[in-house]
T-cell receptor
């Protein structure tokens, strides 16, 4: 299996621009998570999906952030308009919660820089 | 509410041992441990599901005290490759929360 795939790996944009981050989870996994990591705030859960349905988006910072999962193999995280304080590494992770184990497998992350 | 980890950072010489603690003010029903190397994604190490459970992965092991609501990660005879940030995490209902992380540096 190729693991969780994220694109782009790096994104540099200017304040006010729209940014779209993409994620392809591991096939067969029924949970997908979006995290943001910064030095100041650590690893924060933004939103997660179960079977393509958003379950908890309480971690989404504000209305500028939105996430979708149109099918089991694709999810997007969009920031519009972007601001310098959105600069961070964004990770997507997927897991399968069958049984008692729900190990999360992380993608390589997207390093976002907003100028 | 996220778990608390201690220490925040630790520096070791190769071959020394270390203990990283994870505790919670709320009940812990399971504890996950992840390691993140610099510039990489977090990688799963192990999960402890029951109080009293202990697990090992090479020279890294962990214990889970459900009553005390805490877990400890033990790194024995540390190697340079153990350097990184270690996170504990736990389920909160359907949600999942990570601790703030413990930065481990192993020096030659």
């Amino acid at each position: 299996d190729a693991g969780v795939i994220q694109s782009p790996r790096h994104e540099v944009t200017e304040m006010g621009q729209e940014v779209t981050l993409r994620c392809k989870p591991i096939s067969g996994h029924d949970y997908l998570f979006w995290y943001r990591q910064t030095m100041m705030r650590g690893l924060e859960l933004l939103i997660y999906f179960n079977n393509n349905v958003p379950i908890d988006d309480s971690g989404m910072p504000e209305d500028r952030f939105s996430a979708k999962m149109p099918n089991a193999s694709f999810s997007t995280l969009k920031i519009q308009p972007s601001e310098p304080r959105d600069s961070a590494v964004y990770f997507c992770a997927s897991s399968y919660r069958g049984g008692s184990s729900d190990t999360q497998y992380f993608g390589p992350g997207t390093r976002l820089t907003v100028l | 509410q996220q778990p608390v980890q201690s220490p925040q950072a630790v520096i070791l010489r190769e071959g020394e041992d270390a203990v990283i603690n994870c505790s919670s003010s709320k009940a812990l029903y399971s504890v996950h441990w992840y390691r993140q190397k610099h510039g990489e994604a977090p990688v799963f190490l192990m999960i402890l599901l029951k109080g009293g459970e202990q697990k090992g992965h090479e020279k890294i092991s962990a214990s889970f005290n459900e009553k005390k609501q805490q877990s400890s990660l033990y790194l024995t005879a540390s190697q340079l490759s153990y350097s990184g940030t270690y996170f504990c995490g736990t389920r909160r209902g359907q949600n999942f929360v990570f601790g703030p992380g413990t930065r481990l540096s192993v020096l030659p």
